[in-house]
Protein backbone atom coordinates (compact mmCIF):
# COMPACT_ATOMS: atom_id res chain seq x y z
CA UNK A 1 0.00 0.00 0.00
CA UNK A 2 0.89 3.66 -0.94
CA UNK A 3 2.16 5.87 1.89
CA UNK A 4 2.21 9.52 1.70
CA UNK A 5 3.98 11.62 4.68
CA UNK A 6 3.66 15.55 4.63
CA UNK A 7 5.62 17.60 6.91
CA UNK A 8 7.50 21.08 6.97
CA UNK A 9 4.21 22.56 8.17
CA UNK A 10 3.95 25.39 11.22
CA UNK A 11 2.85 28.57 12.04
CA UNK A 12 4.77 31.69 9.99
CA UNK A 13 4.02 35.52 9.77
CA UNK A 14 2.68 37.12 6.90
CA UNK A 15 5.09 37.57 4.59
CA UNK A 16 7.19 34.62 5.04
CA UNK A 17 7.97 31.18 3.60
CA UNK A 18 7.83 27.33 4.02
CA UNK A 19 8.84 24.80 2.29
CA UNK A 20 6.35 21.60 2.67
CA UNK A 21 7.63 18.00 2.07
CA UNK A 22 5.44 14.63 0.82
CA UNK A 23 7.88 11.64 1.05
CA UNK A 24 5.83 8.53 -0.75
CA UNK A 25 6.65 5.32 0.41
CA UNK A 26 5.37 2.01 -0.57
CA UNK A 27 3.79 -0.06 -4.17
CA UNK A 28 4.35 2.71 -6.14
CA UNK A 29 6.05 3.95 -9.45
CA UNK A 30 7.91 6.73 -9.66
CA UNK A 31 6.20 8.23 -12.52
CA UNK A 32 3.05 9.08 -10.56
CA UNK A 33 1.97 12.27 -11.05
CA UNK A 34 2.03 14.35 -7.41
CA UNK A 35 0.53 17.46 -6.32
CA UNK A 36 -0.47 19.51 -3.15
CA UNK A 37 -4.77 20.36 -2.01
CA UNK A 38 -4.97 22.60 0.65
CA UNK A 39 -8.14 22.39 2.77
CA UNK A 40 -9.57 25.18 5.50
CA UNK A 41 -12.89 25.04 7.90
CA UNK A 42 -15.74 26.09 5.82
CA UNK A 43 -14.10 25.44 2.17
CA UNK A 44 -13.81 22.69 0.26
CA UNK A 45 -10.81 20.89 -0.48
CA UNK A 46 -8.93 23.33 -2.87
CA UNK A 47 -6.36 22.21 -5.45
CA UNK A 48 -3.09 24.13 -5.11
CA UNK A 49 -0.22 22.56 -7.37
CA UNK A 50 1.05 19.47 -9.39
CA UNK A 51 3.90 18.12 -10.98
CA UNK A 52 4.29 15.01 -13.74
CA UNK A 53 7.10 12.57 -13.81
CA UNK A 54 8.95 15.51 -16.15
CA UNK A 55 8.21 18.06 -13.98
CA UNK A 56 5.19 19.80 -16.05
CA UNK A 57 3.93 21.93 -13.42
CA UNK A 58 1.12 23.55 -12.79
CA UNK A 59 -0.46 26.19 -9.85
CA UNK A 60 -3.65 27.25 -9.03
CA UNK A 61 -4.31 31.00 -9.70
CA UNK A 62 -3.81 31.74 -6.17
CA UNK A 63 -0.27 29.75 -6.16
CA UNK A 64 1.10 31.21 -9.44
CA UNK A 65 4.09 32.84 -8.55
CA UNK A 66 4.44 32.55 -4.72
CA UNK A 67 4.73 28.51 -4.57
CA UNK A 68 6.99 26.39 -6.57
CA UNK A 69 6.28 22.75 -6.74
CA UNK A 70 9.51 20.13 -7.39
CA UNK A 71 10.18 16.65 -6.68
CA UNK A 72 13.08 14.13 -6.35
CA UNK A 73 11.95 11.28 -8.56
CA UNK A 74 14.98 9.12 -6.60
CA UNK A 75 13.72 9.70 -3.15
CA UNK A 76 9.70 9.69 -4.32
CA UNK A 77 9.57 13.30 -2.93
CA UNK A 78 7.54 16.16 -3.43
CA UNK A 79 8.18 19.27 -2.30
CA UNK A 80 5.80 22.77 -2.02
CA UNK A 81 8.43 26.01 -1.52
CA UNK A 82 5.35 28.46 -0.68
CA UNK A 83 6.50 32.33 -0.44
CA UNK A 84 5.08 35.40 0.32
CA UNK A 85 2.70 33.53 2.51
CA UNK A 86 -0.32 35.44 3.35
CA UNK A 87 -3.20 34.19 5.93
CA UNK A 88 -5.80 33.21 3.15
CA UNK A 89 -3.16 30.46 2.50
CA UNK A 90 -3.87 28.86 5.96
CA UNK A 91 -4.64 25.37 5.74
CA UNK A 92 -3.89 22.17 6.46
CA UNK A 93 -1.93 20.76 3.20
CA UNK A 94 -2.56 17.59 1.40
CA UNK A 95 0.08 15.75 -0.84
CA UNK A 96 -1.62 13.20 -3.18
CA UNK A 97 -0.24 10.65 -6.10
CA UNK A 98 -2.63 10.70 -9.06
CA UNK A 99 -2.98 6.49 -9.98
CA UNK A 100 -1.57 5.74 -12.63
CA UNK A 101 -4.71 4.97 -15.59
CA UNK A 102 -7.05 5.61 -12.95
CA UNK A 103 -8.61 9.66 -11.48
CA UNK A 104 -7.72 8.14 -8.00
CA UNK A 105 -5.74 9.57 -5.64
CA UNK A 106 -3.34 8.38 -2.70
CA UNK A 107 -3.54 10.89 -0.19
CA UNK A 108 -1.06 12.37 2.89
CA UNK A 109 -3.08 12.76 6.09
CA UNK A 110 -2.28 16.44 5.75
CA UNK A 111 0.55 18.91 7.31
CA UNK A 112 -1.19 22.53 9.11
CA UNK A 113 0.08 25.76 7.32
CA UNK A 114 -0.70 29.13 9.76
CA UNK A 115 -0.07 32.49 8.48
CA UNK A 116 -0.49 34.42 11.66
CA UNK A 117 0.92 37.58 13.11
Known amino acids: QVQLVESGGGLVQPGGSLRLSCAASGSIFSTNPMGWYRQTPGKEREWVASITRSTITNYADSAKGRFVISRDNARNTAYLQMNSLEPEDTAVYYC???????????WGKGTLVTVSS
Open 96 to 106: YLQMIGSSNKY
